[in-house]
């Protein structure tokens, strides 16, 4: 995250990136900060991971063959994209940036690795992880979910130690535990964000000038 001064000639919007282990509750936590902050985007990702019971292309995920995920790595059209679970995922690049253009705020909910690439391409973005509160307690929010077998379960769970390895490379940490203290702190992130931002800085302008009149 950059801590220079904001630059008050610009008016992009913010990236925000969210990751964490499989099952920590990532996607609850982003989508009731979404329904608090309507003004960020959620960029849908593209995957090869086959649709669970009730999600929806386009809203959940462009879920496309290997083969033409493929393509689209050659073609050059992911800001980021990673093996995950066995399965490829992908952030569209065209999108991400015309929402940033048009002065949106964007979240992207995606692994470490693609956490890392977006880092390197986008340094201003501002990161941050979710931490379960326990192994065991990640392996009970898993397994309550329902939506995976077994051996995926047991995979994810495998994975978990890698993506938490991975935790201090963020901006920010957040233990889920008591779900509203893990959105009060998220939102806190986007609202402390959002004072240090351009447009805000460009907010104050007049009433700075006026005082320094
Ligand atoms: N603070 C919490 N306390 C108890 N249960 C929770 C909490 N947060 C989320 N959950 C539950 O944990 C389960 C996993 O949550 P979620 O699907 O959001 O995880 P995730 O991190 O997005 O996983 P994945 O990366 O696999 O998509 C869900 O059933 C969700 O309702
Ligand atoms: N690098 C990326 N990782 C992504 C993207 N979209 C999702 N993910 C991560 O994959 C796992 C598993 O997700 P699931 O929906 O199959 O449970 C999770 O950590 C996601 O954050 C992406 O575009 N790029």
């Known amino acids: 995250m950059s801590t220079s001064t904001p630059s008050l000639a610009t008016s992009e919007g913010t990236l925000f990136v969210v990751a964490a282990p499989s099952g920590a509750g990532k996607s609850t936590l982003v989508n009731a900060l979404l329904e608090r902050e309507p003004a960020i985007s959620l960029s849908i ?36 994209h990673a ?11 065209t999108t991400v940036s015309e929402l940033l253009e048009q002065g949106r705020d964007v979240l992207l909910e995606i692994d470490w690795q693609g956490a890392r690439q977006i880092r390197q391409s986008k340094p201003d973005c501002v990161s941050v992880f979710i931490l379960p ?8 929010r898993l397994r309550g979910r329902g939506s995976d077998s077994a051996e995926v379960i047991a995979r994810r769970l495998h994975n978990s130690r890698e993506e ?29 964000v959002r004072l240090r931002t351009s447009l805000q800085w460009q907010r104050h302008e007049a009433l700075i000038a006026e005082l320094l009149a």
């Open 133 to 140: 509160p326990s192994r065991a307690e990640l392996e009970r």
């Open 83 to 93: 093996e995950v679970h066995g399965n490829l995922y992908g952030t569209s690049r």
């Open 164 to 192: 938490i390895a991975h935790a201090h490379e963020f901006d920010y940490v957040i233990v889920n535990d008591r779900f509203e203290d893990a959105l009060a702190d998220l939102q806190a992130i986007v609202h402390a």
């Open 45 to 80: 990702s593209h995957t090869t991971r086959p649709p669970r019971p009730g999600e929806l292309y386009g809203r959940h995920y462009y879920f496309v063959e290997r083969v033409a995920f493929e393509r689209e790595v050659a073609e050059g059209i992911f800001l980021e």
